[in-house]
């Protein structure tokens, strides 16, 4: 099968958690109409996306919800858990790693890293704080691709750099700096103010 387009790939998400949600509801079928709509894109867009997973949806019955479900997780790797090491265990880092939502998505956070002594074996979510200077080990031995940065911004580059040497190829910065990865490794950057901001600008309610 042809790799899917970016693009996709990226909506993909969106139509796993409507999928779940329609599972979770006790539907066994949905059609492309209404899980477009759901998922905020076109009946077009949709249709395009799914074809790249084979021939799972047929014309006047829809979509199998289970098959559609486990075609999309096994599509983004999610079929086997993927283990996510998170870094930074202040106020963002406890609460991403109390987050129980991860683990319906095929992620589990495996392990907390935080350079602060002080918080070294203390709890974090259901695990223990382990201390930066086991951070390649902590990678190595776990296997995770992933991994969470919720550092300060002066220490996101460095600990990148870490995660990256270490074996991580995917890396979820919440810091506010731009980090720099060496070519097959990805960054996403998470800004929930400018998210606001863009809201507030939607809205007409800056200023
Ligand atoms: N993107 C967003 O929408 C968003 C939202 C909230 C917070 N943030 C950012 O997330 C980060 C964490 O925020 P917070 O409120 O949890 O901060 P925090 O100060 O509560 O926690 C930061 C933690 O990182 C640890 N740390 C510092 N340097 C480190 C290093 N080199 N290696 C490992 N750990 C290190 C600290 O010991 C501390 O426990 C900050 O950069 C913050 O600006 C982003």
Redesign the pocket.
Known sequence: MTPLPQAAVARMPVYLRVLSQLAAAGASRVSSAQLADSSGVSADVLRRDLSGLGHLGQRGVGYPVEVLRQAISQALGLNQDQSVVL????????ALAGYTGFAERGLRICAV????PA?AGTACGPLSVQP?DD?TTVVEDSGARLAI????????Q??ADLLVRAGVQGILN????EVSVPPGVSVR?????A?LQLLAFRNGTAG
């Open positions: 870094v930074g265990a202040g106020h963002l880092g406890t890293v935080d350079a602060d918080l930066l951070l940065l919720a550092v300060p911004a002066a220490a996101a460095k600990v919440f810091a506010a700096v950057a998470v800004d929930l103010s998210e």
